[in-house]
Structures are given as structure tokens and as C-alpha cells.
């Protein structure tokens, strides 16, 4: 009799808690944060680089890659752990706008703030043929904002390299913003020529937001 009575009381109290576990609490947990534990905003600039700045600095844009301009420009690993690499707006996909902070599981688009050229037509990052093999499927500017070719989604790092710091990877999922391949690929860094240049892959790249000031 007595664990019967002990299980009912359990489940009202789970029933009279769910109201409260209203959409605040799962906007909550979908919250990216910085490497200083801050709340990650969301359409600002930030820097993004390994969890431990030794293997590499930050990521950023290079319009040269073996000797040869590139364009539109390749998201590349800056090899100088010293450097935090250029600054980068995430903005999310939908009817999320106007969110005042950056969630983890929301489609969104990468800007770049890359100067737009007669090459570069737009600044947001793109993988323009994810299914191809490396070369042809770095990450480059070019893309436009909540297209398919320009569509990421920020995950947790499924098992960080420091229990002290929230880190991340990202993904591309063209179909979560338009007709494109099913899934995601995860953002992978892909060593070319001494230069590490990102790409949809499978080994994912795991990172920590920095405030860009
Ligand atoms: C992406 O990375 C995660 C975590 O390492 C892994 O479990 C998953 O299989 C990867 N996805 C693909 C498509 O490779």
C-alpha cells in the first residue's frame, strides 16, 4: 500500500510542476554560452577558437590559399595561436530575429562582415556542395542570409576537453532552411597544405565563443 501512495504524491507533483516548465526554462537550456560564462548574444560579434589556443588561434577569412587569391574567401584556422582570428555574427533563422541571446539547436547564418565584391555576393558563410569531397566542400563567404547552402546549427561538444568552459560545434543542415541533403554535416577543420580549412565533414571542430570588443 505504502509505495502505491508514494507514487501517486510523485506524480502530482510532476503534473503540478509542468506548468511552470514553461518556455523560459527551454529557452534556458538552449542558451549558448562564452568562454567567460556569459550568455553568448545573439547577432554580435565574436571570435571562435579552440578550447585550448595551442593547437591554432581563431578562425577567420583568408582570399589567398597557396599562393593564389581566393574568392569568394575560405574560413581558415589562423595558425598562429596568438591570434584570435576575425570576428563573426551568428544570426538566427525564423521567427527568432529579434532573440535577444544566440540558442544552440536553432537554425541560424554566419556572418563574416566580409567586404562584398564582384566575387563575393553575399557575407555569410556557405558550403556550396557539402555532399562533394574536399576541396570542393570548404566553408566559404558568398552565401546569403537562411538559405540552404548557408544553414548551421550551433551543438554542444558532445564530450569537452575542459568540464570548466562550454564549448561547441557546429553544424551544417542545408534542409533545416531550404531544399538541399538531408542531415547535418558537422564543421570539421580539414589540414591542406599547412593551412586548416574548414568543411563539412565528420570529426567535429570543437570551440568556445569569445566577446569580440
Ligand atoms: C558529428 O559529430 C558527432 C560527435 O562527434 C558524431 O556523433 C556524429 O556521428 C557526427 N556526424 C556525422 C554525420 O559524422
Known amino acids: 500500500m505504502k509505495p502505491k501512495a508514494l507514487s501517486h504524491v510523485v506524480f502530482l507533483v510532476f503534473i503540478q510542476s509542468l506548468p511552470s516548465a514553461d518556455a523560459a526554462a527551454a529557452s534556458e537550456v538552449r542558451q549558448v554560452y562564452d568562454?567567460?560564462?556569459k550568455k553568448v548574444l545573439h547577432n554580435a560579434p565574436y571570435?571562435?577558437?579552440p578550447?585550448?589556443?595551442?593547437?591554432?588561434g581563431g578562425i577567420k577569412l583568408t582570399n589567398t590559399k597557396d599562393n593564389k587569391k581566393?574568392?569568394?574567401?575560405?574560413?581558415?584556422q589562423d595558425p598562429a595561436?596568438?591570434?584570435r582570428g576575425g570576428h563573426f555574427n551568428f544570426l538566427l533563422n525564423g521567427r527568432d530575429s529579434d532573440e535577444k541571446y544566440l540558442l544552440?539547436?536553432?537554425?541560424?547564418?554566419?556572418?563574416s562582415g566580409s567586404p562584398e565584391g564582384p566575387c563575393d555576393k553575399g557575407s555569410y558563410w556557405q558550403i556550396p556542395y557539402v555532399k562533394a569531397k574536399v576541396p570542393s566542400n570548404f566553408i566559404t563567404?558568398?552565401?546569403?542570409?537562411?538559405r540552404a547552402v548557408s544553414c548551421f546549427q550551433v551543438m554542444d561538444y558532445p564530450k569537452p576537453t575542459s568540464p570548466k568552459v562550454h564549448s561547441y560545434m557546429l553544424q551544417h543542415c542545408p534542409s533545416f532552411c531550404g531544399a538541399g541533403p538531408g542531415g547535418c554535416f558537422n564543421v570539421s577543420l580539414?589540414?591542406?597544405k599547412g593551412v586548416r580549412v574548414g568543411y563539412g565533414g565528420t570529426a567535429p571542430f570543437e570551440f568556445v565563443f569569445q566577446k569580440a570588443k
Open 141 to 146: 563567404t558568398g552565401g546569403s542570409f537562411e
Open 47 to 49: 571570435y571562435i577558437g
Open 35 to 37: 568562454v567567460t560564462g
Open 190 to 192: 580539414n589540414l591542406d
Open 81 to 83: 595561436e596568438v591570434n
Open 51 to 56: 578550447v585550448i589556443w595551442a593547437k591554432g
Open 104 to 111: 544552440k539547436s536553432h537554425a541560424l547564418s554566419i556572418e
Open 70 to 76: 581566393v574568392c569568394p574567401f575560405y574560413v581558415v
